[in-house]
């Protein structure tokens, strides 16, 4: 051993024996002193971002994905999902209170009304919902005289069922009542109960409730091309914060992407099954379902956000229609697809 008067420590001659475990060790800790800064460098901490949502159904259920699967976390948010009804939603998200909606007709219809909200990505193309009938009702005209239940007056369950009765000759309140029930769970009780003769329910619960011998006499998201679910958020948050909303708009079109994405398949069914509690066979029919449904680029055409609009306007929602670029900002969305 040597003393070297410069340094105030003892350190072994190349020729002794423990000169290359020292080596070794000097190597080691520099390369976890390396790695150790590196880390630190890039755990940044989360930013938390309040998304509100309506209800725990199909229509966030990519958004939901999006945060169980992390697509949220590997842009560097950490996401609470917040469950308020959409007359709050909306004002709540204007107001800052919250930070985006997965509401996406609702959005559009505040719009139209003067709200100044975007909707900047779409999950669900097209609606998940069935009509379940009693027994003894066979075709839609077999509703005439009858009462059909749907979750409010509003929104696109009601746009839906305005749409399926008049296709089939049927005149909304003259020929069928329809009634405003809330929630999936109220409207199920409405028809075991017998105090309602069908409903328009959300998938799965609709397939649950097959399995107890009702019938889904249509899908109507078959015939009904009416945009469902997505991401909406206000005006001054585009402007003021892009950034954000580019990571949130990527997390959930990733997200919905990846559910469509046949190599998923598997990962994607148990997640069904365990996040709306379905038997592996229910949760497979869903899926089935499911993956149609969904806008894997976060986008729609030009003609289903007009539906909405026509939808609001001959209901009365207002008078004075927008162009369809006026209630949507798909500018994010698309450059998740530029060359």
């Known amino acids: 051993m040597w003393f070297d008067a410069n ?34 460098a890039t755990a940044q901490p989360l930013k938390e971002i309040r998304i509100g949502s309506s209800n725990i159904s199909v229509t966030n259920i990519c958004t939901y994905y999006a945060r169980d699967r992390k697509f949220f976390e590997r842009e560097g948010l950490d996401v609470k999902i917040i469950i308020v009804k959409t007359e709050a939603a909306l004002p709540a998200v204007v107001a ?18 003067g709200m100044p909200l975007r909707l900047v990505a779409v999950t669900n193309q097209q609606p998940l919902v069935g009509l379940v009938v009693r027994e003894g009702i066979k075709q839609v005209t077999d509703l005439k005289g009858k009462k059909l239940s749907v979750s409010s007056f509003g929104g696109a369950t009601y746009g839906a069922a305005l749409y399926l ?36 329910l959300s998938s799965p619960d609709d397939i649950r ?5 009702f019938k889904i006499l249509v899908d109507i998201g078959t015939t009904y091309k009416l945009l469902w679910g997505g991401v909406s958020t206000t005006l001054t948050k585009i402007r003021e914060n892009p950034a954000e909303v580019k ?17 998923n398949k598997e990962d994607v069914i148990d997640y069904l099954s365990k996040f709306f509690k ?12 499911l993956v149609p449904s969904l806008s894997p680029t976060g986008m729609v055409d030009r003609d289903k956000i007009k539906l909405v609009i026509d939808s609001a306007v001959e209901r009365g929602l207002t008078d004075k229609p927008l162009d369809p670029e006026k209630v949507v900002d798909f500018s994010f969305a698309k450059e998740l697809y530029q060359p």
């Open 247 to 263: 990571k949130v708009v990527r997390a959930v079109v990733r997200a919905t992407k990846s559910i469509t994405e046949p190599q």
């Open 209 to 213: 409730l097959a399995k107890e011998g």
């Open 7 to 40: 340094v105030t420590s003892f350190m072994p001659r190349a020729g002794d024996k423990g000169f290359c475990a020292y080596k070794r060790l000097f190597i080691l800790t520099v390369c976890l002193a390396v790695i150790i800064d590196a880390v630190s």
């Open 165 to 200: 009765l008049k296709s089939h000759g049927l005149r909304p309140k003259e020929d069928v009542t329809i009634l405003a029930a809330g929630t999936n769970v109220a409207r199920i009780a409405a028809l075991k109960q017998e105090a309602v003769d069908a409903i328009l």
């Open 278 to 289: 379905l038997d592996k066979k229910s949760a497979d029919e869903f899926y089935q379902r």
């Open 96 to 113: 800052g209170n919250l930070d985006y909606t997965t509401l996406s007709t609702s959005s559009i219809e505040a719009t139209l009304r």
